[in-house]
């Protein structure tokens, strides 16, 4: 097993996340060297791609393919269309009251600049040809977690950030912005990728650099020897349980 198959086996053996880790490709052009044989998709959202692939598709998206515009402006693949930038398109899906709130939340989108990314390239992790740009990972909020505990320890305990509108969950915040700004970033989810995939109620999404791999997961390896596996034992919930005899809440027992 080579040390990119074991830390992308290890990162979803730890974190114990039901589907696959996505590893995310940015290419500059449209040569697909090493993604020969890989599914070419079309009018697909970017969100879609990411269901596609954490359920074990290779999946290519060229910028001509990628339907939903607000993702294809981040990613500076075509202009925002007037009813979005206005913020009128979101006042029309019920998303915000007024448009200047709208207007606002595309106004302080993070984009990439126009020509820096061509086609997108998505796989679960452990299929990636090497180290991807980004890592997106959609999961129970408790098994993501983990992740950016690990990034509080490389970071010296420095508070960790989101950086969201609760909207382009998929492509702004776990994609766009690990990409630019080469740090860790979490979600609740969006409007978007929670209508137009299998995204569940109980899941959320984060994503990382590429190059944050290993570092996390030497943190995660030493949180499965104690804290984790402590924390998942729930024991002093089952104690005030027991010693009240209070009913236990659904869904208490950890599957890892």
């Known amino acids: 097993m080579s040390r990119f198959d074991y830390l992308s086996t290890r990162l979803k053996e730890i974190i114990c996340v039901e589907s696959d880790p996505v590893g995310v490709f940015l290419l500059e052009n449209r040569s697909i060297e090493p993604f020969n044989g890989w599914e070419r998709v079309t009018r697909h959202r970017y969100c879609q791609a990411v269901m596609k692939a954490r359920r074990g598709a290779a999946i290519l998206l060229d910028k001509d393919d990628l339907s939903c515009p607000a993702a294809a402006a981040a990613f500076g693949f075509r202009p925002l269309p007037h009813g979005l930038a206005s913020g009128e398109g979101l006042v ?3 998303i915000v ?10 106004d302080q989108m993070p984009q990439l600049s126009s020509g820096t990314v061509n086609c997108l390239a998505l796989s679960p992790l452990e299929k990636a040809p090497r180290l991807p740009e980004v890592v997106v990972i959609e999961g129970e909020p408790e098994r993501l977690m983990w992740l950016v505990l690990a990034d509080l320890n490389l970071a010296r305990g420095a508070r960790r950030h989101a950086n969201t509108a609760v909207l382009q969950a998929t492509c702004v915040d776990a994609t766009v912005i690990p990409f630019k700004e080469q740090r860790l970033n ?9 209508e137009a995939t299998d995204l569940a109620p109980n899941e959320t999404v984060l994503g990382f650099p590429g190059a944050m791999l290993e570092p996390l997961v030497q943190v995660l390896d030493s949180l499965s020897k104690k804290a984790i596996p402590r924390s998942r034992t729930k024991a002093p919930y089952r104690t005030l349980v027991e010693r009240n005899q209070e009913p236990t809440v659904s869904g208490e027992n950890a599957r890892c």
């Open 97 to 106: 009251e007024n448009a200047e709130t709208g207007r606002t939340m595309f």
């Open 92 to 94: 029309g899906f019920g």
């Open 186 to 194: 979490f979600s609740l989810g969006c409007y978007g990728c929670r």
